[in-house]
Nanobody, 128 residues
Framework: QVQLVESGGDSVQAGGSLRLSCLATGYAGNINYCLGWFRQAPGKEREWVAAIDSRGRVTITYTDSVKGRFTISQGFPRNKVYLQMNSLELEDTAMYYC???????????????????WGQGTQVTVSS
């Protein structure tokens, strides 16, 4: 059973930085899978932020508002993923969720529709 555990959420002032971490467990052997980050602000729909496959390739950053400020990367071992968030803005305040896909063989471009498993979320609050 795939499980995801996020950490790193905190309260920070605008302009600050945070790094979120997610550990995915339950995948067998050398099989591939997508890992990604979503966020949901109060009163808004869930928004895809970024995705990476388990071999470390960045797929895409979904929302233009985080380009140049957020970076998704793979940790070691490869079932760990980070989201480095710099120059945080008030609008980045949200619950951030780690997500993972069904396993697959071969190569795949990870997209927002690929995610099946979800973590509990970690809160990021940006204040002025």
């Amino acid at each position: 059973q795939v499980q995801l555990v996020e950490s790193g959420g905190d309260s920070v002032q605008a302009g600050g930085s945070l790094r979120l971490s997610c550990l995915a467990t339950g995948y067998a052997g050398n099989i591939n899978y997508c890992l990604g980050w979503f966020r949901q602000a109060p009163g808004k729909e869930r928004e895809w932020v970024a995705a990476i496959d388990s071999r470390g390739r960045v797929t895409i950053t979904y929302t233009d508002s985080v380009k140049g400020r957020f970076t998704i990367s793979q940790g070691f071992p490869r079932n760990k993923v980070y989201l480095q968030m710099n120059s945080l803005e008030l609008e980045d305040t949200a619950m951030y969720y780690c997500a993972a896909s069904q396993p697959y063989w071969g190569s795949k471009t990870c997209g927002p529709a690929d995610f099946t498993y979800w973590g509990q979320g970690t809160q990021v609050t940006v204040s002025s």
